[in-house]
Nanobody, 121 residues
Framework: QVQLVESGGGLVQAGGSLRLSCAAS????????MGWYRQAPGKQRELVAV???????NYADSVKGRFTISRDNAKNTVYLQMNSLKPEDTAVYYC???????????????WGQGTQVTVSS
């Protein structure tokens, strides 16, 4: 079984920083990508940043230049360093992994439980 465990959310003043962490554990053969999504109240979930294995990193335009995604492949962990936070960054942030449990299994999305990030004015 696979699970993603997130940490690092909280309340911060505008202009501040937070660092989110997400560790994938369980039966994992390979990881195609790890990334972060967020969902604000009344809005659809949106991609924040994704880091494909062996590919280029992608960011939403709204966070480009402020957020940095990184991975520790040995620990199956993905991080999101968030700087210069704005009130509009307030959302529940979800870790996402696209992975195979075995060489013959289909690529499957897994999600973390979500961690609240609140940015005050």
């Amino acid at each position: 079984q696979v699970q993603l465990v997130e940490s690092g959310g909280g309340l911060v003043q505008a202009g501040g920083s937070l660092r989110l962490s997400c560790a994938a554990s369980g039966t994992i053969f390979s990881i195609a990508a790890m990334g972060w999504y967020r969902q604000a109240p009344g809005k659809q979930r949106e991609l924040v940043a994704v880091m494909p294995t062996g590919g280029s990193t992608n960011y939403a335009d709204s966070v480009k230049g402020r957020f940095t995604i990184s991975r520790d492949n040995a620990k199956n962990t993905v991080y999101l360093q968030m700087n210069s936070l704005k009130p509009e960054d307030t959302a529940v942030y979800y870790c996402n992994a696209v992975l195979q449990g075995s060489t013959w299994s289909l690529l499957t999305n897994y999600w973390g439980q979500g961690t609240q990030v609140t940015v005050s004015s």
